[in-house]
């Protein structure tokens, strides 16, 4: 979904380059859509743009606790009797072949895979899906359209020209979608307004969203269970707080530390520094010349001196796996998360979300928040002919929560890959890594807040949510475009990425990261944020 | 019988070539290489200018290609010698095949081996961690990437590469050790005298050879150890090609990196093969 590789990912805690190229969390599925929060838009002297899809609520359960556009509704239950959303198969018999991305190891294919085969049944049309590491994705994408591969469906990994490039390989969707005309596809009609803005290139409606709301955004995990065992309380008021509990926390000898990577998004939380571009009042700013940056840098560096992380945190990360096996008390993950720690949880697990202090104790921190949706899939130009069977295959992908086919698509086989506690769907041994092939890239519905079993942790994620949303920052670039951006921004995240690694790790100085900034400022910094808050401006936000 | 190899040459490897033409455009993939606009040499400049990145990687990989001709190439002429003086064929046959074992292993499983046993959370670090001793850092040490690099070559494909040598030690002529033995030669002796000029061919062919592909210096290896030590440390012209022009969406600069890349290394064989000629021996194909 993002030009950052793995590797660059996984460079310093994380997080500079994930959010930057808005990739992905570090090994977690969270993360913002676009390079510099912006893609999607188009360029100057396009058309009109079309009407916006029209939002229609699906008809469900009430929730246990209703949401908002950020925050999701909270399920305690999954209704006793699912809806049918899509009374026929939508599939046209034919194969239907897609590319996306995965969080998760690659699954099985049917008729191995119960999940997969199900939905093969379900939808009247043999899915071919190409499942593709998410840091290798980018790559993978490049190559496959350089190579005329792309299949019927894709997610659209950033590209430089991205509404060009869009409009060379991706169906307009517009005549299918815009306004009433996707009321033919409720539940595709069901994903909210602003998140169909990430598919949208010169006006046109290409890219179908998978709406996160909050749920993407990074925060930082604790156990608690293990805190609590140490009779530690998880509370301090500023990051010298944060860093001496974790030198009291840092076991190595007993092999477990404070945290799995150095939290770096987590200390630029504390110091307020912008989620990748900030709107001022006058002009768009950027992280990476943020003033707070010397600070943030070497709060990192402190940390990884002090060996306060994973020693393989630099070179092999398994963030998720020393987490859950409990050889660190601190994670770096998004909300999304939560649910992927309680799916096979080991006894007594017990996790909670950090708040975010002020760097330096006076306030609060800001969270970063996530984009509306997570980036955007197209439909292949080449497959006009179905573009119907298309739309509906992802309308059912869509499904929403209380559906029979969210079920298909979340789950899988009942019997095969979950079976029913009361009425509440819980995945066998297999059915997790079977049901996660990779679709919800595709298309997606609006993410509920449903642990089956685990009602009060659903009210601490809810309530973790409440409480850090409203002091979010939000990428004020989101969904907007800049030709500069879209050309340069992915060498340049490359190259901060390369130093930020460097001075965290004690290979650079500090003092070497003002120089690179100013220099990236006047190559090129000053012409995207010119070019954005021009974007800002005439999209009337400014 | 030849014709399903020439084939496959003519369709991957000739006709293949012609893509090389994006090293002049500004090539977009969605556009096609016909599609995409004609810059002439602009894709050359960095070469010239000098990216400083570049530089980094052109300097790494000369690094390396220098460590790894003197310590690599002649490892499996010693390991064939010291194989050939093993007089148990049985004992051979064992330790031959345990040395080839790990060139069947890919690059991901042998730089996960290092790391299992080498790195921070490794097995060596772990067990001094416990016993509450200082642990070492090589898998995350810019210093020694190189040798730990070199190392991991050695370990993986020394064994597999005595192949040849061995073979052509079997080819040397037994009355010359007789010989050479009946006229007072030790062991020392034959081995300067039969032994080393009975392989000197086959050295100097691929000596050439390995000139040919020197500034490949593993690009699979390097990538997956690359976030360890940052790109000042591990950036080669391989990596280089791929994080500029794959991830970073340069292709046009990346190819004109790989293109020149490639005419270095044929002018690297022909000159070599030239000099080879010069000295009598046969190189790659004889004069």
């Known amino acids: 979904m993002s030009p950052v590789s793995r590797r660059t990912v996984l460079s310093t805690g994380g997080t500079l380059a994930a959010l930057a190229a808005g990739g992905p969390l570090l090994a977690s599925c969270g993360g913002n859509s676009a390079p510099g929060?912006?893609?999607?838009?188009?360029?100057?002297?396009?058309?009109?743009?079309?009407?916006?899809?029209?939002?229609?609520?699906?008809?469900?359960?009430?929730?246990?606790?209703?949401?908002?556009?950020?925050?999701?509704?909270?399920?305690?239950?999954?209704?006793?009797?699912?809806?049918?959303?899509?009374?026929?198969?939508?599939?046209?018999?034919?194969?239907?072949?897609?590319?996306?991305?995965?969080?998760?190891?690659?699954?099985?294919?049917?008729?191995?895979?119960?999940?997969?085969?199900?939905?093969?049944?379900?939808?009247?049309?043999?899915?071919?899906?190409?499942?593709?590491?998410?840091?290798?994705?980018?790559?993978?994408?490049?190559?496959?359209?350089?190579?005329?591969?792309?299949?019927?469906?894709?997610?659209?990994?950033?590209?430089?020209?991205?509404?060009?490039?869009?409009?060379?390989?991706?169906?307009?969707?517009?005549?299918?979608?815009?306004?009433?005309?996707?009321?033919?596809?409720?539940?595709?009609?069901?994903?909210?307004?602003?998140?169909?803005?990430?598919?949208?290139?010169?006006?046109?409606?290409?890219?179908?969203?998978?709406?996160?709301?909050?749920?993407?955004?990074?925060?930082?995990?604790?156990?608690?269970?293990?805190?609590?065992?140490?009779?530690?309380?998880?509370?301090?008021?500023?990051?010298?707080?944060?860093?001496?509990?974790?030198?009291?926390?840092?076991?190595?000898?007993?092999?477990?530390?404070?945290?799995?990577?150095?939290?770096?998004?987590?200390?630029?939380?504390?110091?307020?520094?912008?989620?990748?571009?900030?709107?001022?009042?006058?002009?768009?700013?950027?992280?990476?010349?943020?003033?707070?940056?010397?600070?943030?840098?070497?709060?990192?560096?402190?940390?990884?001196?002090?060996?306060?992380?994973?020693?393989?945190?630099?070179?092999?990360?398994?963030?998720?796996?020393?987490?859950?096996?409990?050889?660190?008390?601190?994670?770096?993950?998004?909300?999304?998360?939560?649910?992927?720690?309680?799916?096979?949880?080991?006894?007594?697990?017990?996790?909670?979300?950090?708040?975010?202090?002020?760097?330096?104790?006076?306030?609060?921190?800001?969270?970063?928040?996530?984009?509306?949706?997570?980036?955007?899939?197209?439909?292949?130009?080449?497959?006009?002919?179905?573009?119907?069977?298309?739309?509906?295959?992802?309308?059912?992908?869509?499904?929403?929560?209380?559906?029979?086919?969210?079920?298909?698509?979340?789950?899988?086989?009942?019997?095969?890959?979950?079976?029913?506690?009361?009425?509440?769907?819980?995945?066998?041994?297999?059915?997790?890594?079977?049901?996660?092939?990779?679709?919800?890239?595709?298309?997606?519905?609006?993410?509920?807040?449903?642990?089956?079993?685990?009602?009060?942790?659903?009210?601490?994620?809810?309530?973790?949510?409440?409480?850090?949303?409203?002091?979010?920052?939000?990428?004020?670039?989101?969904?907007?475009?800049?030709?500069?951006?879209?050309?340069?921004?992915?060498?340049?995240?490359?190259?901060?990425?390369?130093?930020?690694?460097?001075?965290?790790?004690?290979?650079?100085?500090?003092?070497?990261?003002?120089?690179?900034?100013?220099?990236?400022?006047?190559?090129?910094?000053?012409q995207m944020a010119e070019e954005l808050t021009e974007a800002y401006h005439a999209a009337g936000r400014g | 019988m030849m014709l399903p190899a020439l084939l496959v040459f003519v369709v991957f490897h000739y006709a293949a070539l012609a893509g090389n033409v994006i090293a002049w455009k500004d090539y977009r993939p969605y556009l096609g290489i016909a599609g995409s606009d004609w810059v002439g040499w602009e894709n050359f400049e960095l070469m010239v200018t000098g990216d400083p990145a570049f530089w980094n990687a052109v300097r790494n990989t000369l690094v390396l290609t220098l460590v790894q001709t003197v310590l690599v190439f002649p490892a499996p002429i010693l390991l064939a010698l010291l194989l050939n003086s093993m007089l148990s064929q049985r004992i051979k046959r064992v330790v031959q095949s345990v040395l080839y074992l790990p060139h069947f292993l890919s690059w991901v499983v042998v730089v996960a081996i290092f790391q299992q046993v080498l790195g921070g959370g490794g097995l060596i670090n772990t067990w001094l961690r416990q016993q509450g001793m200082e642990t070492f850092d090589i898998i995350g040490n810019p210093d020694l990437f190189i040798g730990l690099l070199t190392s991991q070559v050695m370990w993986k494909d020394t064994g597999w590469a005595t192949i040849l040598f061995l073979a052509a030690l079997t080819s040397i002529d037994p009355s010359l050790y007789e010989a050479s033995q009946v006229d007072g030669a030790g062991r020392l002796r034959q081995l300067w005298h039969v032994t080393l000029p009975g392989l000197r061919g086959i050295i100097i062919l691929l000596l050439i050879l390995r000139l040919g592909d020197s500034l490949s210096v593993g690009f699979e290896q390097i990538i997956l150890q690359q976030r360890a030590v940052g790109l000042d440390a591990s950036e080669v012209l391989d990596t280089y090609v791929f994080n500029h022009g794959i991830a970073g969406n340069a292709w046009g600069e990346a190819t004109a990196v790989g293109l020149v890349k490639g005419v270095i290394g044929t002018l690297l064989v022909v000159g070599a093969n030239k000099v080879a000629h010069l000295f009598g021996e046969a190189g790659v194909y004889k004069s």
Not at chain 1, 228 to 247: I, T
């Open chain 1, 37 to 526: 929060g912006t893609s999607s838009g188009g360029a100057a002297g396009s058309d009109a743009p079309v009407a916006a899809p029209t939002f229609r609520a699906p008809e469900g359960p009430e929730p246990d606790i209703a949401g908002d556009a950020d925050i999701p509704d909270t399920f305690f239950s999954y209704p006793a009797e699912p809806t049918v959303s899509v009374p026929e198969a939508p599939g046209d018999g034919q194969p239907l072949r897609i590319l996306t991305q995965t969080f998760s190891p690659v699954t099985a294919q049917p008729p191995q895979n119960t999940a997969w085969a199900n939905l093969n049944d379900k939808l009247g049309s043999a899915l071919e899906i190409q499942q593709v590491p998410s840091g290798e994705y980018a790559t993978v994408f490049a190559t496959s359209l350089a190579g005329g591969q792309l299949p019927d469906m894709f997610f659209l990994a950033e590209q430089p020209d991205m509404p060009d490039m869009v409009e060379a390989t991706c169906l307009d969707l517009s005549d299918h979608l815009a306004g009433d005309a996707i009321l033919a596809y409720p539940n595709l009609a069901a994903i909210p307004s602003d998140c169909w803005e990430a598919g949208r290139y010169n006006g046109r409606l290409y890219g179908l969203p998978s709406p996160r709301g909050a749920m993407s955004s990074g925060v930082l995990y604790r156990r608690d269970d293990l805190l609590a065992a140490q009779g530690v309380a998880p509370e301090w008021d500023d990051f010298e707080g944060f860093f001496s509990l974790a030198q009291q926390l840092n076991d190595p000898r007993g092999g477990r530390w404070a945290t799995t990577i150095v939290p770096g998004q987590y200390i630029k939380n504390m110091l307020g520094i912008p989620n990748f571009w900030q709107y001022d009042g006058t002009t768009m700013q950027s992280w990476w010349t943020a003033p707070q940056m010397e600070e943030a840098l070497e709060a990192q560096r402190r940390w990884a001196e002090a060996g306060l992380m994973n020693p393989d945190a630099f070179a092999s990360p398994n963030t998720k796996v020393w987490f859950s096996t409990g050889a660190a008390y601190f994670n770096p993950d998004s909300f999304s998360a939560w649910s992927q720690y309680f799916a096979d949880p080991p006894e007594g697990f017990d996790i909670d979300v950090c708040q975010i202090p002020a760097f330096d104790g006076d306030g609060t921190g800001h969270l970063w928040m996530s984009f509306p949706s997570y980036g955007r899939a197209g439909i292949n130009r080449n497959a006009a002919d179905r573009v119907e069977t298309l739309l509906k295959v992802a309308n059912y992908f869509a499904a929403p929560f209380g559906t029979q086919e969210y079920l298909d698509v979340k789950m899988g086989q009942e019997g095969a890959d979950y079976t029913f506690e009361g009425t509440d769907p819980i995945a066998t041994s297999t059915g997790a890594a079977n049901s996660a092939l990779g679709v919800r890239y595709i298309a997606d519905c609006r993410i509920a807040n449903y642990l089956p079993g685990h009602e009060d942790s659903a009210r601490k994620l809810d309530a973790s949510i409440r409480e850090l949303v409203p002091d979010a920052f939000r990428n004020d670039a989101v969904y907007l475009y800049s030709e500069t951006v879209e050309s340069d921004f992915a060498s340049s995240a490359q190259m901060f990425n390369a130093l930020e690694a460097d001075i965290v790790q004690g290979r650079k100085q500090v003092s070497e990261w003002r120089p690179a900034a100013d220099q990236w400022w006047a190559d090129s910094g000053q």
